[in-house]
Structure formats: structure tokens, C-alpha cells
């Protein structure tokens, strides 16, 4: 009788066992799947252009304050893995893009900034870490579209706001760096 008893007993222990494992299996394919939505499948990079001369031209280059910043910009941003850089038109825009592009051995791809929603659905397509140099105007714009957090307007004097995208499986986390442009020792 006493064995029949232990034997019931260790059965239902048995048993219990086989659940708590099942269970268990469940719950750490279903947090695996969670982790996944959190696993970062690119980081986009979006500033507006540097400094840029007082100047009646609708092109004006960037002053001697503008290009420091650019090469801080690239030095900040050289070992983040950055495949494409993408630059408005302009001289501006383009100059500040053009140190880090030059330094990773890359080519500035023109987008088109009266476009921004198409230009946005093309970036999430991509699986790449990108820089995206534009304007005071167009910047946060961009990063909603993208699922960001702007944090606001951009001012016509705000030029060392630097946006950092974690993008993963329907996650976008915003984080909000700054540039310099001054010389370090």
C-alpha cells in the first residue's frame, strides 16, 4: 500500500514537472519573440547642415565654424558603422556630410527634401546604419516620419542637435546627441 502510495505520489510529481516545463518553454519562446522587437536593426543619424555664411545666394557654403563641426561630426560618428550618407543638394548640406562620407570611403547620396515621406519609406526599407544631413525645417520632420520623437522645432540658430534612431522590429528610440564645433585639444 505504501509503494502504491510513493508511486501515485512521484507520478504526480512527474507530471507536474512535465507542465512546469512545458510552461516554461512557452514563456521563454514567447520572451524570446519579445526580445526580438528590441533587437536594433539600424541606427539612422539626422542633423541639420553646420554654420553657414550670411550670404543672399540660396547656396552658401559653410563658414569656418560650419566646417569644424562637420569634421567633429564625422570623428563622432566614424565607428558607428555607417553604410550610406545622404545629404540635401546644397553646398551646406553637403559639406557637412562629405568629412564623414570621405573618411568611411563613401559616396553622399542626394535626397530630395520636398519629398520627405517617400524619402522615409525608402529608409525603412533599408537595412543599414545611415547619416542624413538636411535643414532646420525638414530634420524633425523626418524623424516623425520615421517613428521618432523630434522633440520640437528646430530654431534658424540650432545647429548641433544630432538625432540618434535605434530602429528594430516596430520600436524607434530616440536619443538626442549634440555636435561641437569647437576645436579639441
Known sequence: MLNKTISSTIAQYITLLGVIVLNLSFVSMTLAGDLDKFKITKTIYLVRHAEKEVSSSQNPSLTEKGRLRATNLSEMLKNKNIEIVY?????????????????????????DP???????????????????????????????????NAG?????SEYDRVYKLQISEGNVVTEVLYSSATQSD
Do not use: D
Not at 88 to 94: V, W
Open 152 to 156: 520640437g522645432k528646430m530654431s534658424e
Open 87 to 111: 545629404s540635401t543638394q546644397y553646398a551646406r548640406t553637403m559639406q557637412t556630410a562629405s568629412p564623414l562620407a570621405k573618411e568611411l570611403g563613401l559616396t553622399v547620396q542626394n535626397y
Open 114 to 148: 520636398r519629398k520627405l515621406k517617400e524619402f522615409s519609406e525608402s529608409l525603412k526599407s533599408k537595412q543599414a546604419n545611415m547619416l542624413i544631413v538636411g535643414h532646420s525645417n525638414t530634420t524633425p520632420s523626418l524623424v516623425q516620419l520615421l517613428g521618432g
